[in-house]
């Protein structure tokens, strides 16, 4: 197993949209990594397809508030409205997202998740892409947003929705790779 070394954090809560987290945990497991959910959720999250329709349920790893970027190689933030709209507003997860940047670890964020980026100002002078409804958010927070199935900047990992999820698990064997 190519990355058997490999631990990859999955940050997200209720309402996550579960392909974008489904697809790239898979891709990593099958790879060898050792992926992991880390939640303000108490021990079991909502999935979506969606913002209407309920999916599965997924047991929480690690909670948080006992998460430690020193423990992992990657963080990966899965989309999903109601999720990325809670995580932004949740200290805890504002602060494990910082803590990756600052140890120059590889973050992937798809679809509605950069708007924790912004919300922490990590957006600010960064290239990126995310959900369309997310391009004047990310403007404003300092960002130059393109509309492209992936962009790479450093150690961001981006992509715009669920019809980006090839490029975008592709990109995280690259990063978790290197």
């Known amino acids: 197993m190519a990355l058997s070394d490999k631990k990859v954090a999955f940050l997200l809560t209720r ?11 898979t891709v990593l497991d099958e790879a ?13 999250l909502q999935a979506m397809e969606g913002d ?12 948080v508030a006992d998460a430690d970027a020193a423990d ?6 899965p989309g999903g409205t109601l999720n990325a709209d ?11 997202v910082e803590a990756f940047f600052a140890a120059g670890k590889p973050v992937a964020a798809i679809c509605h998740a ?16 995310s959900y369309e409804s997310l391009k004047v958010d990310m403007q404003n927070a300092g960002a130059t947003w393109e509309d492209s199935e992936l962009v790479v900047d450093g150690n961001l990992i981006t ?20």
Do not use: C
């Not at 990594?33 to 880390?38: H, L, R, S, W, Y």
């Not at 209407?52 to 909670?63: I, L, N, T």
């Not at 992992?72 to 933030?77: A, G, T």
């Open 15 to 25: 309402g996550v949209e579960q392909v974008e987290l489904t697809s790239p945990r």
């Open 32 to 44: 060898g990594a050792q992926t992991f959910i880390v939640s303000p959720s108490q021990g079991t």
């Open 52 to 63: 209407w329709e309920h999916a599965e349920v997924f047991d929480v790893d690690v909670p």
């Open 72 to 77: 992992y190689d990657m963080l990966v933030l």
């Open 86 to 96: 809670s995580l932004r507003l949740d200290a805890d997860a504002g602060a494990l």
């Open 114 to 129: 950069p708007w924790i980026l912004a919300q922490t100002g990590l957006a600010k002078g960064r290239r990126l892409t």
């Open 159 to 178: 992509s715009r929705n669920p019809g980006d999820l090839e490029v975008f698990n592709k990109a995280l064997i690259e990063a978790l790779s290197k």
